[in-house]
């Protein structure tokens, strides 16, 4: 049995110890209403959210997945009554522009909501954060009408949003996509082709699904250049806002996959669609981004939410177990054996899940943080950092989220395999975090080629200079250093060597993110130690730290040796030889 609790005491640890937000928010005039007490109030209510409303259905909702009928998908029993439970608390619209009925809270908030919310019921979940990427898309390219009309609705949970880019033959790459948008006789457009993969394509949560729909005008240029970006309503919306006629939008059939099964994942056929341009023609590409950055960072939240379920049921799992003896003696002389606990192998497991988990959680805010600066502050280079980190976000932390899945299914042994215990769906669930959203080898790609080569590492240095080694214990600061030289070593190695050895960037970027993640993790390891007190929570903070710097922070050597290389050694063999 999945069981959740919110990891409530680290939530306030990161907030009012770490990052001392409430200093921070008092300077941005956005936030400075926002007390501690709003804060923990808003913490606390989400997390009953996630306990109690969201995790009771994630086993159920796997077990009964959704099914089509006719065009028509049903979600999973219960899944109706948690979306309006969701919607009605507000959630969907907590980082919403508040000039249209959204809450205004800042991302940093918003990210620890969004790990409960994903550590609860990723499947359900998906609903949600679908709904909040299309709103954020909406508000940041839409015309004053587009926003009065769909915002309200979406924050408030009454319509959902989708996303409409992946065709059959058309996945990373979206320059060739085929769906076609004619300009229509009533100056909007009409919208045909079929899209596959569709993340809540169509389900009966909702009483109207916003589709935002990639598609190329008859005149467009090729490539990527040639994509715009259209709003596509499930029900077509009169002037007043109310829903009537239904649009050429229908779902064709469900995908069956690995995982998040009670997430409704569509084929979508438009068929001469009533669709409403969003942005500038041939344009559509960079406003689905803003989309796709939000679903970015929070797809690295899916995974790091998931390595919190995982660190909970393989502890629990831990101490019951009894098998074999601890190699300091028997620490449970009065039974057959002694706990999986006093096993060191099994320590490091829940260790090196434990140090994963809380220092992505204290990457992620980071990030967060960023996002809020650019925003709400204008500070340029907080969005420059917000803007490198993001495929960081995304693959390091789905991809750590992923490893703790299984490594808490390894402590769970053979019970871990099987599906009464719920471990082996955390890994089923986690799996896609590493594939959507752009594949993890693209947001690497997207980290060497966009961030890094653009403009020669010079804004990772920034932020390795920002970062004040005095202000952390002097047994991390040598190794640290070393990870930081490490790192820029690479990044010198990369742009010097780029221009005469062009597959470099493909053969080593993926080496290359998890090089900057584990040293990134380094220096919030190092700032937690610092910062955590003499109690219990402050002592095993501590003994995780020393942890990340023995056994997870090393990786970071064999990293940076295979960074610096040819890319020989991944093209040389032929292609018939593989
Ligand atoms: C459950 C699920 C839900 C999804 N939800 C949505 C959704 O809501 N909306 C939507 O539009 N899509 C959605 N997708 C699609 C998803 O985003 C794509 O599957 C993903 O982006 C990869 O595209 P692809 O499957 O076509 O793989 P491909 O693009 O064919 O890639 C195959 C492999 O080749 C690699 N590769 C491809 N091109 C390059 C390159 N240029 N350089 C280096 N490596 C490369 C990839 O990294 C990958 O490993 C969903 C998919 C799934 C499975």
Redesign the pocket.
Known sequence: MLEYRPPEQDFEFLLFELFKVQEQWADIPAFADISEDITRAVLSEGGRMAAEVMAPLNQSGDEEGCTWLDGEVSTPPGFKAAYDEIAGGGWLGLSGNPDYEGQGMPKLLGCLLEEMFWGANSSLYLYGT?TTGASICIDNHGTEQQKATYLPKLYSGQWSG?????ESH????LGIIRSRAVPAADGGYRISGT?I?????EHDLTENVVHLVLAKLPDAPAGSKGISLFIVPKFLVDEQGKVGERNGVVSGSL?H?MG?RG?A?SVMNFDEAQGFIIGEPNRGLACMFTMMNYERLSVGLQGLGAGELAYQQAVRYARERLQGRSPTGPKNPDRDADSLLVHPDVRRMLLTIRALTEGGRAFAMFVGMQLDLGKYTGDEQAARFSELLTPIAKAFLSDRGFECAVMAQQVFGGHGYIREWGVEQIVRDTR?AQ?????N??QA?DLVGRKVLRDGGATLQELFDGFDLSTIDTCYREPLEKAFAGVIAATEHIVSRSAVDPALA?AISTDYLELVGYTLYGWFWARMARVAGEDAYGCAKQDCARFYFARLLPKVLGLEASVISESACVMALADEAF
């Open positions: 679908l989708a996303m409409g880019l992946t058309a996945g990373t790459d899209k993969f569709i993340t809540s394509g995908e996959k998040i997430s994942t896609i594939i959507y959203e752009g594949t080898g693209v790609l493909g």
